[in-house]
């Protein structure tokens, strides 16, 4: 995979507090944020995008003048793919990076494109959860595994990029690092992710948020490595951090922290109640819920799993308190029935 100039070259925008941001378009959700500081060594980099994306990122520095060379630290929010995965790459080109990353994702994601296999199991699983239909079935496996096997594609592409995932610098919970010339320090937040963190700014009061919340919406969990009670208690205690800005991984900058955080966790408790109140009319499966909860407009594009899996993860809760339970039909298909 050849690192060029593409057509349309994102800018490197001023946000304010010595932030630069880069929006790179990425195929499998909505385009990732990119946070840059301006260091007395180098750019101090928050995740670097899709393995696809590394030509717009090395353009839009360009346009300040920069290069992928002059990046010496990047600092990984959480092991998604749309934030993580150029990395197999791009350190073939950035030949000075450090990077950094919860300590349990350095220890324990190894080969990324076979952690990726796993990821892939794990979104079918999800699909043969949620539809019992199978012409339905098929056409959203087909779909899904035409995504997979394009970000596979990409990395086979190039002769330069290593499967096994690069940290250098192992991150516990409350560390704080100097990079750059400019203190960090770093909260452990799990629920979105098991290895996701948020990197602070103290001195401005910056939050790096991640996936842990996008506009005004409930962050989206894996059923691999996602969990609601880790995500609930990381909202708890981030209500207790002095935040002046967050800064999310996905869309706009967070206008009202603090508020947002209520509001999300006051959505997630409507969505529970109306998962239980659909399930006393009667049984009801994931499809089904999602739709009710979410809309039918998920569907469209790459939002159905992290859909999905936001509802089911709601649905394994509510299993756990002995309020429903979960029948398993042919294929594995799903149906949930009262019992609470």
Do not use: C
Not at 201 to 217: K, Q
């Amino acid at each position: 995979m050849k690192v060029t100039i593409p057509k349309r070259i994102p800018p490197m925008d001023d946000i304010g507090d010595g932030v630069f941001k880069i929006v790179l378009p990425q195929p499998f959700y909505a385009p990732n944020n990119i946070y840059l500081y301006e260091g007395n060594d180098g750019l101090t980099l928050i995740d670097s995008g899709y393995i696809e994306s590394i030509p717009m990122l090395q353009a839009s520095l360009k346009t300040k003048g920069f290069s992928l060379n002059d990046i010496r630290h990047i600092i990984y929010t959480h092991n998604h793919l749309d934030h993580i995965s150029s990395a197999l790459v791009l350190k073939s080109y950035a030949k000075h990076v450090t990077y950094y990353g919860y300590r349990a994702m350095a220890d324990g994601v190894g080969n990324y494109l076979e952690s990726m296999l796993l990821f892939e199991e794990a979104t079918e699983d999800l699909f043969h959860k949620a539809f019992g239909d199978k012409k339905e079935l098929d056409r959203i496996l087909t779909e899904s595994r035409k995504g997979w096997r394009q970000f596979f594609s990409k990395f086979g592409e190039t002769k330069k990029g290593d499967p096994v995932l690069r940290i250098d610098v192992a991150i516990d919970h409350n560390d704080s690092l100097e990079l750059g010339g400019r203190l960090f320090r770093f909260l452990y937040t799990p629920g979105h992710n098991l290895y996701h963190i948020t990197p602070v700014d103290p001195a401005t009061g910056v939050y790096f948020s991640g996936d842990l919340i996008i506009a005004n919406l409930t962050a989206i969990y894996s059923e691999m490595d996602g969990n609601l009670g880790d995500y609930y208690f990381t909202l708890s205690k981030l209500l207790e951090e002095p935040i002046k800005r967050m800064l999310p991984a996905h869309g706009s900058e967070i206008e009202d922290p603090k508020k947002t955080i209520t509001l999300v966790k006051k959505t997630l408790s409507i969505l529970e109640k109306g998962v239980l109140r659909r399930l006393r009319e009667g049984e009801s499966d994931l499809k089904v819920l999602m739709e009710a909860a979410i809309g039918k407009k998920v569907h469209n594009g790459g939002h159905l799993p992290t859909a999905l899996g936001l509802v089911y993860s709601i649905i394994q809760k509510l299993v756990l308190e002995g309020l429903i339970r979960i029948e398993k039909r042919e294929n594995g298909y799903e149906v949930f029935h009262f019992v609470g």
